[in-house]
């Protein structure tokens, strides 16, 4: 299901226009249009993840191969965000534009 696939595609360009780019986007018909696209930045990384259409995003620093979950990263940071999957690729987006600096994202 490519919806899952597009609407992050259409959430990210803010991210992408300013600093990230595009490492890899896997996505798979045969389970439900899962999809994984992962971003790359100057000093960290971010991966979306569209599970049956539940959406998750992990946070990494750009050399680490351990992802930690953006909702535990915004706990960490004392930041309020809603419980359980990200109702949309938009709203896990602007979580992320707002605490960019406390989550050493620039």
Known sequence: MKAYREEIEIA???????????ENTMESEKHFGDTIITLT???SKLQFL??????FVSI?????????????????????HP???????IDAVQAIQEHRNELSLS
């Open 41 to 43: 930045g100057k000093i």
């Open 83 to 89: 419980a359980g999957p990200w109702p949309s690729a």
């Open 12 to 22: 990210i360009q803010n991210l992408l226009t300013n600093g990230f780019c595009i």
């Open 60 to 80: 990494a620093e750009r050399s680490s191969s351990t992802w930690q979950d953006l909702r535990d990263a915004l706990d960490n940071i004392g930041a309020q």
């Open 50 to 55: 569209s599970d049956r259409g539940q959406l």
